[in-house]
Structure formats: C-alpha cells, structure tokens
C-alpha cells in the first residue's frame, strides 16, 4: 500500500497539479484510516469467537469427564484449547489475508480512476433502491455536505462510478464482507451491498 501511494505522490508532484495531488492524498489517508478501523474490528470479533469456544468446549468436557482424574482432564482441556486456538488462528489469518486483499483491490481500481481520469467516461450510481433489498447491488450515499447539484461533486461521484463493477464482484466473492465500499472526502460513499432497504 505505502508503494501504491509513494508512486501516486511521485506521479502527481511530476505533473505539478497539487489541487489533484491533495485530494487524493486525503482520500488515501481517508481509506487507509477506514481499512485500519475494519481490521481491527474484525479482529476484536474473531478473539471474541475463540474465547467464547474455548468456554463452550470447557463447559462440556467437566460435563462428560466426572469420572476421570484431575490430572487427565487437564491434559486433555490443555490439548484441546491449543488446538482449538491455532484453528481459529488460521481461520482468522485467513479472514485477514482475504480482507486484505479485497482492500487492495478496491484501492487499486480507485487509484486508476484518479490517476487517468480522461480514460473514463462519466457513470452516476442510482441511491439505494428498496425493492433490491437482498440482491447484491451498488448504490451511492450522500453525506450532508455533498451537493449533488454541485458540478465539482458530481464530476467526481459520476467519476467514482467506473469502480462500482469493482465494488459488486468484491462483495459477490467475498464470502465473509457485508458491505463493500469506498467513500470520498466530497462526503459520498458508493456501496455494494444486501441491505439496500435499510438505508
């Protein structure tokens, strides 16, 4: 991520428009800070989980182990929290691995967009549609201090568009990602998501 934006900067500084370059830095910083707060939610969510297993699995191995002696039953509690431990290590190794690369993805599709602008044609993304609640679709959210009458804010909404095919296939393959979005300092977030009714 850090080369993605080192080269982004390098690239802007070169062509002299520091107007384009302070956007997308904050936009940068804007996703960097986002991606930050899901990890670690996502992380607090999966210790969660181990520690609630490692009391269920005690729970019922007192249940089922009157019978045997102390010293047993602490060998086999003390093997099975190990092992149940690293499986949810590995699992949520694997949640962040993916995670990880589903941000990379939509970062580098909002890269491109910034970066060449005159590659893209303008794509305005509807607002969320109550009647496609349950089916994965893309809408876009407004913010109080975007104005979509604003030319200037909706150039760059309408710009943001072309990543909304991004955003879809993400969701759509991202077996464990609720929401899949990204969302401009303008104050707009394109989403793809389920819950359309709910906005």
């Given at each position: ?131 496609q ?5 893309v ?10 009458d ?50």
């Open positions: 991520m850090e080369n993605i934006v080192r080269k982004l900067r390098n690239r802007l500084h070169s062509e002299g428009d520091r107007s384009l370059s302070f956007r997308i830095a904050v936009s940068m910083t804007t996703l960097v800070i986002v991606v930050m707060v899901i990890v670690t939610t996502v992380f607090a969510i999966a210790a969660g989980q181990i520690f609630d297993t490692v009391q269920e699995s005690n729970r019922k191995m007192s249940e089922t182990s009157l019978g045997e002696s102390l010293v047993t039953i602490g060998e086999m509690t003390l093997d099975r929290m190990i092992g149940m431990a690293v499986d949810k290590a590995e699992t949520a190794d694997q949640l962040f691995r993916e995670f990880e690369v589903s941000v990379s993805v939509v970062a580098a599709a909002a890269e491109q967009v910034y970066s060449h602008p005159e590659r893209y044609r303008s794509r305005p993304v509807s607002l969320p549609d109550p009647e609640n349950g089916a994965l679709s809408q876009i959210l407004y913010s109080p201090e975007f104005d979509p604003d030319p200037a804010d909706a150039a760059e909404a309408d710009l943001l568009g072309n990543i909304a095919d991004t955003l879809y296939a993400v969701n759509e393959h991202g077996s464990n990602l609720a929401s899949v979005y990204y969302s401009s300092e303008r104050g707009f977030t394109i989403i793809a998501d389920y819950i359309s009714s709910n906005k």
